[in-house]
Nanobody, 127 residues
Framework: QVQLVESGGGSVQAGGSLRLSCVAS????????MYWVRQAPGKEREGVAK????????FYTDSVKGRFTISRDNAKNTLYLQMNSLEPEDTAMYYC????????????????????WGQGTQVTVSS
């Protein structure tokens, strides 16, 4: 059974940090591009970051560049998102997702674009 289980969300003040984790099981994690996608209330889903199967290539949406870092540990089947200098605009549900393809972050991404999709973890940033 395929699972992507996110954790690490919570409530922080602006300027704070959080580290999200996503543990994968039931598929060959090291063969997939991995993504963090977020959805704020009333807004479309937004691709935040992606990382290649081996971890050597990363991309970020412009609004998080220099503040967020995506990484993975293929030995532990785990994806991470280190979020620093958090802003109220970062408030959203954060999902991890897996795809055999390198999907563009600049277009709207939905669950059906991916092979696998997690249940999400909530991040709330107060001003």
């Amino acid at each position: 059974q395929v699972q992507l289980v996110e954790s690490g969300g919570g409530s922080v003040q602006a300027g704070g940090s959080l580290r999200l984790s996503c543990v994968a099981s039931g598929f060959t994690f090291s063969s997939y591009w991995m993504y963090w996608v977020r959805q704020a209330p009333g807004k479309e889903r937004e691709g935040v970051a992606k990382i290649s199967s081996g971890g050597g290539v990363t991309f970020y949406t412009d609004s998080v560049k220099g503040r967020f870092t995506i990484s993975r540990d293929n030995a532990k089947n785990t994806l991470y998102l280190q979020m620093n200098s958090l802003e109220p605009e970062d408030t959203a549900m954060y999902y991890c997702a897996a795809s055999t393809k390198g999907l563009s972050l600049s277009r709207r991404l939905n669950e059906y674009d991916f092979n696998y999709w997690g249940q999400g973890t909530q991040v709330t940033v107060s001003s």
